[in-house]
């Protein structure tokens, strides 16, 4: 195993959210931000089968309509 502390290196790297998070701050991002209104919304984008921080992204990039966010999120699955 030469490549193994590599990968545990960037599995550490990647659950702190180093490597992918341009200009979030912390490790929720954007949840943080979110109302509670906003977070059943996410709740209910989640309940679809997606993950919390994908729903957190496409909703807010959809500036906030849950109708838009799911159609992206279908949409990025095909």
Same mark, same amino acid.
């Not at 702190?16 to 509670?36: C, M, N, V």
């Not at 729903?55 to 095909?78: R, S």
């Given at each position: 195993? $030469?490549? #193994?502390?590599?990968?545990?290196? #960037?599995? @550490? &790297?990647?659950?702190?959210?180093?490597?992918?998070?341009?200009?979030?701050?912390g490790?929720?991002?954007?949840?943080? +931000?979110?109302?509670?209104p *906003? /977070? *059943? $919304?996410?709740? /209910?984008l989640? *309940?679809?089968?997606?993950? /919390?921080? /994908?729903? @957190?992204? +496409?909703?807010? &990039?959809?500036?906030?309509? #849950?109708?838009? $966010? &799911?159609?992206?999120?279908?949409?990025?699955?095909?």
């Amino acid at each position: 195993g $030469a490549g #193994e502390s590599l990968t545990i290196a #960037e599995a @550490v &790297a990647a659950a702190r959210g180093g490597s992918s998070g341009g200009s979030g701050s912390g490790s929720g991002g954007g949840w943080d +931000a979110l109302t509670p209104p *906003e /977070r *059943e $919304a996410v709740g /209910r984008l989640q *309940e679809l089968g997606f993950g /919390r921080e /994908r729903c @957190v992204e +496409a909703y807010l &990039a959809c500036g906030k309509d #849950e109708g838009l $966010a &799911a159609n992206l999120l279908f949409e990025g699955m095909g």
